[in-house]
């Protein structure tokens, strides 16, 4: 089965100071990727996805990802961070390329920016 | 509506107790996911329908878990003799499958208490 695993479990940084939360899944064939964010009292919402293309990913808010498939990972960044970027992220994988199949989601990452 | 939505927001229940928790996907939405989510850990996938269809119910913990979509809108998880290990908020997201990729569409989760 595949997992998806999310080293950072919490970051602390200054506002202004760059981010990269990490993000690696264990899948070997074609996979979805996406990236979702959860503000303090809001639900998930999508940050930003890949299917195919273009490895980097631009989403909002000034979010990007690039997905390297030789190091099986969907890191994601951001150049300067803002006190409004503190919530909680989560990478998530679906394999394949067609019909459903489940997502998978990693443990996620608080990150906590500081004015 | 604009979004999924979902209700109760907040259970509380004494073990022993059936919990029904109700699910709105955004309209026209052909595909509805439930997922589980313990403190500190990302979602948990229960189960999928698409339409009225349960394609998949692997996810399910045990079968005190019971869920339905019977005219393929609103959908219910129903917890039968509710234990304490099913405190966890609950998931639930939509998507049009058709879209060109898998992105779901998260409602705000109803947090289960089970005393």
């Known amino acids: 089965a595949q997992s998806v695993s999310q080293h950072n479990h919490h970051v602390i940084l200054s506002e202004a100071a760059s981010l990269e939360l990490g993000c690696n899944y264990s899948y070997g064939g074609t996979v979805n990727l996406f990236w979702y964010v959860q503000y303090p009292g809001q639900h998930l919402q999508l940050l930003l996805k890949y299917f195919s293309g273009d490895p980097l990913v631009k989403g909002i808010k000034g979010f990007e990802a690039e997905f390297i498939k030789s190091k099986f990972s969907f890191n994601l960044r951001k150049p300067s961070v803002q006190w409004s970027d503190t919530a909680e992220y989560f990478c998530a994988v679906i394999p394949g390329s067609g019909g459903y199949q489940k997502v998978t989601f990693g443990t996620g990452t608080k990150l906590q920016v500081i004015p | 509506g604009a979004g999924v939505s979902q209700s109760p927001r907040y259970k509380v229940a004494k073990r022993g107790q059936d919990v029904a928790l109700r699910c709105d996907p955004i309209?026209?939405?052909?595909?509805l996911f439930w997922y589980q989510q313990a403190l500190g850990q990302g979602p948990e996938f229960l189960t999928y329908f698409q339409n009225e269809a349960q394609l998949d119910k692997s996810g399910l913990p045990s079968d005190r878990f019971f869920a339905e979509r019977p005219e393929g809108s609103v959908s219910t998880l129903k917890i039968q003799r509710t234990q304490q290990e099913d405190s966890a908020v609950y998931l639930c997201?939509?998507?049009?499958?058709?879209?060109?990729?898998?992105?779901?569409?998260f409602g705000p989760g109803t947090r289960l208490t089970v005393l």
């Open positions: 997201a939509s998507s049009l499958q058709r879209e060109g990729g898998y992105t779901q569409y």
């Open positions: 309209s026209g939405h052909v595909s």
